[in-house]
């Protein structure tokens, strides 16, 4: 049987409802068997006291690039996107096994401490797999997959169809989903191959969609520099014509763009908002990049939330931020849109994001996983909600994920 142990806690938002004062929370293993408004209880379990810390769900990073970690600080920002992006495959191509493993670790231990516990992560090296095992998070690995010849994307689709047999899915705590890239480097007949295999496999559906100027202009007229681009790598299939439409648009009349994820979505118009919420999409922001590129339009979250599409937040990857610091983002994301509140962004960071990659983490309640993070808490806080928002703070105080807690550099010893 799976061992108790009781969390003394001082506040507790489970972001469903009002926060909860001075209770115990009650975790069987890695799952949660309650919360209560009481911090009396069995005398006979072992006993956590974080009665002076403000507790609530791990946060969600619902979009990140973990094996660019080594390109932290070598990439310049650019004013074309396609320069930046002929920077990133020079780059990266000159970074070793070894080096992309430490980065990776350097840089998953970094998203721990600041209360990072789920994971939506790009990726398209298999032999990377395994590494990603030893993180301490709950994840969607999502296989990036790019081709915008036709006639590649049955050979293209096999392939990741033997690697999707051969990852084992069994884990709640490792799952796989499926990305194709964006929509200047996918086929539509590769889109819709890809959306059936994720179909047959049950597995998350992500895509970058509208990042960029640049991408409406190619799909809607066909030339430019992204038309130069691929034109350079070898990649523009020679029949492709421009469908005419803005990248949404051009997604819902592949019929792609049901229940996908949305990776930053900058560039919409109304009835983008409307096609998103009839597909049951969803939505990331990531504020670190989107200030890194000093981005201008920007994903219209406001616009989302009032139509009830969930928004999630990434620090997308290092060769486009800082760090991955989720605090940072947070901050970030309350700076850019200082309309609104701290409860919202802290929805969006927890429920909303593990809604948008399909996973049951984000909320603290009966049967939900035990991803638990907390912050001290002064004694005449007003609201505990602002603590995570404080701009000198680089750690959360306590982090538990998947029952285990991995970082609590103020620990004493449970009783």
């Not at 960029?212 to 070898?234: C, T």
Request: with cysteine.
């Amino acid at each position: 049987m799976a061992e108790k142990l009781k969390i003394k806690f001082g506040a507790l938002s489970s972001m469903q409802g009002e926060a909860v004062r001075d209770g115990q929370l009650l975790i069987e293993g890695d799952r949660i068997l309650s919360i209560e408004a009481s911090s009396q209880g069995p005398a006979d379990i072992r006993t956590l006291d974080l009665s002076d810390y403000f507790l609530l769900p791990g946060f969600v990073n619902a979009h990140c690039h973990l094996s660019l970690s080594a390109l932290k600080g070598k990439l310049q920002k650019r004013e074309r996107f396609t320069d930046w992006v002929r920077d990133l495959l020079r780059v990266n191509a000159a970074v070793t096994f070894s080096e992309r493993l430490e980065a990776m670790r350097e840089a998953s231990q970094e998203m721990m401490r600041s209360g990072v516990t789920s994971l939506g992560d790009y990726l398209s090296q298999a032999e990377l797999l395994p590494e990603y095992a030893n993180f301490p998070f709950r994840q969607i690995l999502f296989w990036e997959t790019l081709g915008f010849k036709s006639d590649a994307a049955t050979q293209i689709v096999a392939r990741l169809e033997d690697l999707l047999d051969s990852f084992d899915a069994g884990s709640e705590s490792l799952r796989s989903g499926i990305a194709p890239h964006a929509p200047y480097s996918v086929s539509p007949e590769l889109f819709k191959a890809l959306r059936k295999l994720a179909k047959r496999h049950s597995a998350p559906w992500s895509c970058h969609v509208a990042e960029f100027p640049e991408e409406e202009r190619f799909l809607k007229e066909g030339g430019g520099e992204m038309a130069a681009f691929l034109q350079e790598r070898g990649a523009l299939d020679p029949n492709w014509r421009p469908p005419g439409k803005g990248p949404v648009a051009y997604l819902d009349a592949l019929g792609v763009l049901n229940q996908m994820t949305l990776i930053h979505a900058n560039h919409m118009d109304m009835n983008d908002l409307d096609r998103i919420a009839s597909n049951k999409a969803s939505a990331v922001f990531c504020p670190g990049s989107s200030q890194w590129f000093g981005r201008r339009e920007l994903l219209p979250i406001p616009e989302l939330r009032a139509r009830k599409i969930a928004v999630g937040l990434g620090t997308d990857s290092l060769a486009s931020n800082e760090s991955l610091n989720f605090l940072r983002e947070l901050r970030i994301a309350s700076a850019t849109f200082p309309e609104i509140s701290h409860r919202a962004w802290l929805e969006m960071a927890t429920r909303e994001g593990a809604k948008a990659l399909g996973l049951n983490s984000g909320i603290l309640a009966p049967g939900r996983p035990a991803d638990v993070i907390g912050f001290r808490m002064p004694a005449d806080v007003e609201d505990p909600e602002t603590l995570p928002f404080e701009e000198t703070r680089q750690n959360a105080d306590f982090v538990m994920s998947r029952g285990k807690i991995v970082w609590h550099p103020h620990a004493e010893p449970a009783s």
